[in-house]
Each structure stands twice: as C-alpha cells, then as structure tokens.
C-alpha cells in the first residue's frame, strides 16, 4: 500500500508538471537573439561602407527599360559603363523610408508574429527536387504529394513558425500548374503563415484570386496577406533579373510581402575572402530593397542576404560548415544594423542521412544564425543532400534541435529568485540537497527543456529497448503525423469553386 502511495503521488505531481508545460515553454519562438556579433563594429562599418561604395561607383547591369526610368527619376543615375548607380545619400534615404516592422499573418491569429527588432523565428525553404522517402529510405523524384504531405507535417510542429514550400512538385510539367498546385497544397495543410515561389509574374493574380476565393471573397487576401513571395531580384554578381523585377511588380500590385533573396556563391558568383562576400551581397540586397521601395515607399520587405559557400575544390555547394555559419550570422548582424526585418538561411546540411554529420552541421549553424539574432532563419527544418533533397525525420529532429536552440537564445535570467540565495543557505544549513524544494521545482519547468526524441536513458535501459537511434525514433513521430493528421483547411464550398477553375491535382 505505502508503494503503491508513493507511486500515486509521483503521478501527481508527474500530471502537475505536464500542466505546467502545457502553460509555459521554455524555449518557445520569438526569442531575442543578437548576443552573438561575429563582426567589431569596426569591421561592421567597413563592410556596410564598401556596400554603398559598391552601388555608388560599380553599380547594377541589365536594369529592366521601367524600371530604370523609374530609378533614374528618383535620383539613379547611370555611370560611365552604363551601370544604373546609387548614391549613399539615396540609399540611406531608402532605408530610412523602408519597413522597420511588419506582422506576417496566419490564416489563425495564433500563429501571426511581428518581424523586425531582434526576435527569432525558425522556418522553412527550399526548393528540393528529391525527397527521402519514408518507406524505402532512398531519395527519389519530389512530388506534389510530398509537398502535402510535408505541409501537414510541418502544421503539427510547433518550431516551424512558417513554411515555405521545401520541394517542388516535379511531376508537375506545366509552369502554371505547378505554382498554383503549390500553392494550393499550402492553402489545404496548414493555417501557419507560408511562403512560395512565382515562376512568372503571370502566376501571381490567379494565385492571389484562389487565395481569395479561400478566405471569403475579393480582397480578403490583401486584409491578412498570409503567404509571403520569395524572389531574387538580383542575380550575382550585380544584375538585376527581368523576370524576377517582373514578380515582384506584380506582387506588390496584390499586396504580397516579399522576401528579397540574395544567395550569391563563394568563389563562383561572389568574391571568396568572407569579407568581400558580404561587402558584394549586401550590396546586392540593399539593390532588392531599392527596387521594392522605389515602386512602393515602405512595402513589407524581408531583407534576406544568404551567403552561401561552395567548397572551392570541388565547385559542390556546401550547405553546412563553419564558413557558411558564420556568413550568415554575419548577415543578420548587418542586417539588424541597418535596422531591416532580416532573412538568412540555416541548417542546409550536406548529409544524406538523418546521422551525427546532418546533426553537427545543422546545430552549428541554427546555433549561429539565433544567436545573432535573425527575424527569419530559413531552410531551418528537413533539408539535407546540400537543400538537394528533403526528409519527413529530418524536419522532425530538427524541430526539437530548435527548442534547444530558441532555449540558447533566450540566454539565462538573473534575479534574485534566480540566484537564490536564501535558498543555498537553508539548504547547506539544512537537508544538504536541492532535490524537491519549491526553488528546484519551480525551476524544472521555467528554465528546463526535456526533449522527447533525444534518449537520454542509461547506456544498459537503452540497451533493454531495443537501441533506438533518433533516425528511427523520428521515421515513427513521422509517420504517426502523417497517418493521423489530415488537415482541410478549405471549405467544401470554397474548394470546390477552386477546383472548378483550376486544374488542382492534388
């Protein structure tokens, strides 16, 4: 009987604790970074101050015919190779003009968050054009169905704050087809804020046009626009993209926030000294930024320069390491500086597998990114095969690497309670432990997070179950989502008048 006593009063206090979670995360999105400055602000300056010198002198080529005369009235000019130039005087005008702050909605207020400042929230990219799939272990052709599949996945995962599309559908031939498909499959799985690709300005107003028809009729998507643009108006080095300028006038005209990607190569597209690079793509991000704010002064704009790195032996894109790490925390770091809502991109690991080297090269770099304190850290979760491929168990580790992650960010609170000094000295004075006091157990939920997925078990209980790696621990929370979870986010009304005017293939 007393055994069985005890046991109940663990229970208790073991469901008194879980209540406590449900109430409080430790290690919850939206923490404050920017701890971490890679950079002195002496070197700082002179990265920022070569970037204006860049787009005063050296300038940008191949400048769409309306767009140019746009710039150039607005105080452009062209220098003596024909280069559309910026003055630094125009340039901080611009910045100064440009959104400091702007909230990207879900389609549940819930998961709406305010970017800009120095909170950090981990999410999605990519554009993997093969998946690991789940039965087989092998990475095969992406398709639609992945893409939905990941979609639903991603709205049970409480670190993925948004998502953008991580695949593209490659059994979907037709341009058209595939941006509306893709964006549909995000409409269908998850109410979080989301982001996709326009092929073609084309594609924007009869995507915009469904995603009005979900939300209740004409303009609704401009009230609470919850799908972000991820375009690259700038191709390194130095040139604007036509096509690209194109999507994001369109844009604009629906109400689109817009991500601004700059992802220049080291070595390739972009100078290999670390320094050079992020002279040049600043650069070329703040080019993006003039383009956006010359059409519209203010618009909801991500300044997101990514600095990638490829491994100068061999020409293969590094997506984890060291260089790319501290690259992109180095972005944030300016970004932030300038005081613009910032992008950079994480966790892109070189791995195949959901192994120690996939976990070394994504930590270090989320680690990196949070604590420099990024607004959006893209390709944070599931990418692998250096962003080649996708994986259902990558998104899933990664989604509880991010609690610790956020965990680190948040940094240690002290305080009096905190350092608990009154309780050291009835403690040494007294039963001699900390185990079981109030201070103890108002700390175990507060400052504590407990991982589901990592075993932290005795090496001989480990053994006694089996010898479960994360690899496997993780294929069964996949799989456990994806056979239970099937979200339908769409009216039966509003999904049938958007299947009869669109060719949905899902």
């Known amino acids: 009987m007393a055994k069985s006593g005890r046991a109940g009063g663990r229970a208790s206090r073991v469901a008194a604790r879980k209540s406590e979670e449900q109430e409080f995360n430790p290690s919850r999105p939206g923490q404050i970074g920017g701890t971490y400055r890679p950079l002195s602000d002496g070197d700082e300056k002179k990265i920022i101050d070569t970037a204006f010198d860049i787009l005063a002198n050296i300038g940008m080529s191949e400048v769409p015919a309306g767009f140019q005369e746009l710039a150039l009235s607005k105080g452009a000019a062209l220098n ?19 959104a400091k702050s702007f909230v990207f909605y879900g389609r549940e207020a819930k998961h709406d968050f305010e970017l800009g400042g120095d909170r950090v929230y981990f999410g999605t990219g990519g554009a993997a054009v093969q998946t690991l799939d789940l039965d087989t272990g092998s990475y095969r052709p992406s398709t639609l169905r992945d893409l939905w599949d990941f979609t639903r996945l991603i709205d049970k995962l409480e670190n993925v704050s948004w998502f953008t599309r991580c695949c593209v559908a490659t059994d979907v031939p037709d341009t058209t087809d595939l941006d509306i498909n893709t964006a549909f499959a995000l409409l269908k799985g998850t109410t979080k804020p989301v982001g996709t690709s326009f092929t073609v300005a084309a594609s924007v ?36 993209g036509e096509d690209a300028v194109e999507v994001t006038q369109a844009c604009i005209r629906r109400r689109v926030p817009i991500n601004s990607i700059i992802a220049a190569q080291s070595g390739a597209t ?48 590094c997506g984890g390491g060291g260089e790319i790490s501290i690259l992109n925390a180095a972005s944030a770091q300016i970004s932030n500086t300038l005081g613009l809502p910032s992008g950079v991109a994480s966790s892109m690991a070189d791995a195949k597998a959901v192994d120690a080297q996939m976990g070394s090269e994504k930590a270090m770099s989320a680690v990196a990114a949070g604590l420099a304190g990024a607004n959006m850290i893209y390709e944070s979760a599931g990418m692998s095969a250096s962003l080649l491929g996708a994986s259902f168990e990558a998104f899933v580790v990664d989604n509880e690497m991010l609690s610790h992650v956020h965990r680190m960010i948040r940094g240690i609170e002290v305080s009096e309670e905190t350092l608990g000094y009154e309780t050291i000295l009835a403690t040494v004075t007294g039963e001699g432990h900390f185990l079981g006091s109030t201070h103890t157990m108002d700390a175990m939920q507060r400052d504590y997070f407990y991982p589901q997925l990592a075993n932290r078990d005795d090496p001989r209980t480990w053994e006694e179950n089996g010898k479960p ?10 799989r456990s989502i994806l056979d239970t979870h099937h979200p339908d ?17 899902l």
């Open 80 to 98: 003596h190779l024909g280069r559309l130039t910026y003055s630094r005087a125009m340039m901080e005008d611009i910045i100064q003009g440009a």
């Open 205 to 240: 107003d009869p995507i915009i046009d469904m995603f009005d028809m979900a939300m209740g009729g004409e303009g609704q998507f401009a009230k609470r626009p919850f799908c972000k643009a991820h375009i690259s108006p700038v191709i390194s080095p130095l040139r604007y």
């Open 270 to 317: 972009a100078p290999a000294p670390l320094a050079g690079m992020l002279a040049m793509t600043t650069a070329e991000t703040l080019a993006g930024l003039a383009l956006v704010n010359l059409i519209e002064p203010g618009y909801p704009m991500i300044f997101s320069n990514w600095p990638l790195v490829i491994d100068l032996r061999t020409g293969a894109f």
């Open 469 to 478: 790696d994360i690899w496997q621990v993780a294929w069964e929370k996949a």
């Open 489 to 505: 986010y769409i009216s039966s009304k509003s999904e049938a008048e958007i299947r009869d005017k669109f060719n949905i293939l």
